[in-house]
């Protein structure tokens, strides 16, 4: 079993910057993805950013240019450095990592006031 654990979530004013962190621990034989995926109250969970094993990384388009997804592969972490945050990012951001199988974390609140 792997474990996934979220840190970092909090409010913030918008413009603001949070930095969300993802320590995955356990029988962990091989990552080919981690990321993050938020979910809004009455929306669908979506994918926010995501590293393959390979380093290249995918963005939705509502954060490009604004979140950096990073990942240290000796701690098996993965970040997401989240500046010039807007209300419409509040959300529950979630941590999710695919290899043999699919894991999520538990969730950490990112609350963003205007």
């Known amino acids: 079993q792997v474990q996934l654990v979220e840190s970092g979530g909090g409010l913030v004013q918008a413009g603001g910057s949070l930095r969300l962190s993802c320590a995955a621990s356990g029988n962990i034989f091989s990552i080919d993805v981690m990321g993050w995926y938020r979910q809004a109250p009455g929306k669908q969970r979506e994918l926010v950013a995501a590293?393959?094993?390979?380093?290249?990384?995918n963005y939705a388009d509502s954060v490009k240019g604004r979140f950096t997804i990073s990942r240290d592969n000796a701690k098996n972490t993965v970040y997401l450095q989240m500046n010039s945050l807007k209300p419409e990012d509040t959300a529950v951001y979630y941590c999710?990592?695919?290899?043999?199988?699919?894991?999520w974390g538990q969730g950490t609140q990112v609350t963003v006031s205007s």
């Open positions: 590293i393959i094993s390979g380093g290249r990384t």
């Open positions: 999710n990592l695919r290899g043999l199988n699919e894991f």
